[in-house]
């Protein structure tokens, strides 16, 4: 059985714990807690030592990094992946623009709001260029959303699940999202999704 090494309030961890959901995968959920330091213990850099959840233990034991090459893996050979060149592509487009454009700045923000006692001047310094650049992936989302159901082909998949990770909980890092009716129905499509679960699901 695989086992997964998580933090549950992660966005992060949330993708492959929506993956293996989806298709129906048993694993072991093992809780490392990253404000309590839990992955820079010797013992958790040897499994990733770059010292970040999520990390997947494959049954040979084998571990492997990095929440959206995790997916990609899990996902491999189901409707979740297109087998066409160009829609597969899209899918690493746009979870590409999730870890460069989107993430460092909305689920950054998030993780100072929702997880810190008190921003530091540093933090309080970048808070407002972080908003701003949260707010322009946002947009790119709203603007491709006003013609496509989903991200890539019409249709859900990897693209859908990277991207909704952090947005569906922007507004823990003090994000609105009023001014995105497109981000909004998508939002809700995905909950739609069989085989979904929340992110503060434990397996």
Not at 69 to 93: E, H
Not at 109 to 114: E, G, L, P, S, Y
Request: hydrophobic share 40%; net charge neutral; charged share 20%.
């Amino acid at each position: 059985m695989m086992t997964l090494y998580d933090f549950t309030g992660s966005g992060n961890g949330y993708k492959v714990r929506l993956v293996l959901a989806h298709l129906g995968q048993t694993y072991k959920l093992v809780q490392r807690d990253i404000l309590k330091g839990e992955t820079r213990t010797p013992d958790f850099l040897a499994k990733n030592p770059n010292g970040r959840i999520p990390a997947l233990q494959l049954e040979d034991g084998t571990y492997l990094a990095e929440s959206n090459a995790i997916s990609w893996y899990l996902a491999g050979g189901t409707p979740m992946v297109p087998d066409d060149r160009l829609p597969r592509a899209q899918t690493l487009q746009w979870m590409f623009f999730e870890q460069y454009s989107h993430e460092p700045f909305i689920a950054t923000v998030r993780f100072w709001k929702h997880f810190l006692p008190k921003l530091t001047p540093l933090q309080e310094m970048e808070l407002p260029g972080r908003m701003e650049k949260g707010y322009a992936a946002l947009a790119v989302m709203e603007q491709h959303l006003a013609r496509h159901q989903f991200f890539v082909g019409n249709r859900y998949g990897l693209a859908d699940i990277a991207l909704y990770a952090y947005t569906h909980v922007a507004d823990e890092g003090g994000f609105t999202l009023a001014a995105y009716p497109n981000v909004n129905a998508w939002m809700v499509r995905v909950a739609e999704q069989p085989g979904h679960i929340s992110i503060d699901h434990k397996n």
